[in-house]
């Protein structure tokens, strides 16, 4: 059979055969809605079709599908709809195509594929191989013996639960019923059972991540989603490579400032309501003025200035200070 005879379009169908379950979760990855979101259905199906292919133990290497095989695999009924999603998945940085020639009349072809780094992140496939390769280790490596009354006995340990897991280094902090830490405490409000926040913990840390992080850098997010969506989209985004704790960092000083913002929003009402005629006093003790709060202002010798959030904010945070008049 010539080169140009093997890759001639022809009919072929999808056949089961089994493959890695990293490549399993990968393809089933492709179809996540809270997945690839740039991707239409053509596309994501293309890829699902790609990941057949793909070797995990070489991911930055080509593959060389036949077009009928990678249609079937694709779960398409044209050759144009495929055409189509190997544009879009081009297009949108998922994989890297280049073409060969391999007749003289041109008419016959081939187009290697590989999945570009977006790709394998997105479908947790990073990391991948050498993973797989630990955990090969680990069921294969034989469980020491020891004897005990003339009869080997296996090492085994205890059963321990995900709840001990994860939170006996840190009672102090969890909630005491699930064992959930205080700062997840808010997924249990929100519908998300413990065993499934323990799972996404894991999740995480294998990942190099704190859930803590993922979810606070999107809980407002999070929160328009229904248990089993946050979760699916939690797990998704621990695959990415994004540093949470800085995107964390800045929701929670966003969130401090309004917190802010709106009790001093509190203290200014009720400094007009009822300090008219009071001392306002700097720090140091230099007096500025008194309060009137007809006017809204704080009148002195050297003039006045507003009573405004940036007063009240002043005064919340110590800069300024409210005393009572001495009369002698």
Not at 128 to 141: G, L, M
Not at 211 to 234: K, M, Q
Request: glycine share 8%; aromatic share 6%; hydrophobic share 40%.
């Amino acid at each position: 059979m010539t080169i140009a005879q093997r890759y001639a379009p022809g009919e072929a169908i999808a056949r089961p055969s089994p493959l890695p379950l990293a490549l399993i979760e990968a393809r089933a990855a492709v179809f996540d809605p809270l997945n690839c979101l740039d991707l239409g259905m053509t596309a994501r199906r293309v890829l699902f079709g790609i990941l057949r292919f793909f070797n995990l133990s070489k991911p930055s290497t080509s593959i060389w599908p036949r077009r009928d095989l990678l249609r079937a695999e694709s779960l398409l009924n044209s050759e144009s709809s495929l055409y189509r999603g190997l544009a879009d998945l081009e297009r949108y940085g998922y994989v890297v195509r280049e073409q060969i020639r391999i007749a003289r009349s041109g008419r016959f072809h081939v187009s290697p594929v590989r999945l570009t780094e977006k790709a394998q992140i997105l479908l947790g496939l990073t990391g991948r191989s050498s993973r797989e390769d630990k955990r090969r280790k680990v069921i294969h490596n034989t469980p020491p013996l020891t004897v005990e009354d003339g009869q080997y006995k296996e090492h085994t340990n205890k059963p321990k639960s995900l709840q001990n897991s994860f939170a006996s280094k840190s009672l102090g902090h969890a909630d005491r019923e699930s064992k959930v830490p205080l700062t997840l405490s808010w997924l249990l409000k929100h519908g998300m059972s413990a065993r499934a926040v323990f799972s996404l913990m894991g999740i995480a840390k294998r990942q190099g991540q704190r859930l803590e992080d993922i979810a606070t850098a999107f809980r407002g997010r999070l929160v328009e989603l229904s248990p089993r969506e946050a979760y699916a989209y939690i797990r998704s985004l621990a695959t990415k490579d994004l540093d949470f704790a800085a995107i964390a960092s800045g929701k929670e000083s966003a969130i401090r400032a309004a917190t802010e913002t709106q009790s001093a929003k509190s203290l200014l009402k009720s400094l007009l309501a009822k300090s008219h005629g009071l001392a306002v006093v700097k720090r140091d003790g230099t007096w500025l003025g008194r309060i009137d709060t007809f006017a809204q202002v704080v009148s002195g010798q050297g003039g006045s200035f507003p009573m405004n959030l940036r007063f009240a904010l002043a005064v919340q945070s110590g800069q300024l200070s409210i005393r009572r008049l001495i009369s002698g």
